[in-house]
């Protein structure tokens, strides 16, 4: 049924097109770093703000309010341009257990920096940050860390893309 439906997304005329131009191949790699780049760089700025290793000058309440809308948009570009590229190659992705993998770590990454996101505003009214926004904030920068390198061995492990 899965493998029916991808079977179906990859050989649509508009996916063909756009994964085989070379330019608009190109542009989907670069649009997936770039992405990837202004979703990990802030979300790392302020979960290390958290933990207490940089930019202690700022309430870390004006960071999150600074970076978390740009991160949310660069993730709709990454998530977007990632599908286009796997929707190229769907049947040969679907049973590919490293892409499962980039995938869920990714899913945990997102929740994690929801988490933070949410509960930045009460951390940030405490006098000292707890330890448990700590952990939370660790959790975020090892998890987006995670799916970097997931990213990054699917093609490696896999001989896909
Ligand atoms: C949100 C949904 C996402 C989807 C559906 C997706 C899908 C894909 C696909 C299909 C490719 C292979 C492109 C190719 O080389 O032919 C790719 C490449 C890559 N993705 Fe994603 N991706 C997503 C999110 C992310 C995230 C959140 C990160 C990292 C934070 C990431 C990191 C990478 C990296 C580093 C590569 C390049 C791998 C290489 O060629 O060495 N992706 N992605």
Do not use: C
């Amino acid at each position: 049924m899965l493998l029916h439906l991808g079977r179906l997304l990859q050989n649509n005329s508009f996916i063909v097109t756009i994964n085989e131009v070379p330019v608009t191949a190109a542009a989907l790699e670069i649009i997936h770093y770039f992405s990837m780049f202004l979703v990990v760089g802030p979300t790392a700025m302020v979960d290390l703000r958290v933990l207490g290793a940089a930019d202690r000058h700022h309430p870390v309440a004006e960071l999150a309010e600074r970076f978390f809308p740009w991160v949310w948009v660069a993730l709709a570009f990454n998530a977007l341009s990632g599908f286009l590229m796997f929707a190229g190659n769907a049947v040969a992705y679907i049973p590919e257990s490293t892409f499962h993998a980039k995938m869920l770590v990714t899913l945990l990454a997102v929740v994690f920096t929801l988490a933070v996101q949410w509960s930045v505003p009460k951390w940030d009214r405490l006098p000292v940050i707890p330890a448990t926004a700590k952990v939370v904030a660790l959790l975020s920068l090892v998890l987006w860390i995670g799916a970097i390198l997931a990213g990054v061995e699917v093609p490696a492990l896999s001989g896909i893309g």
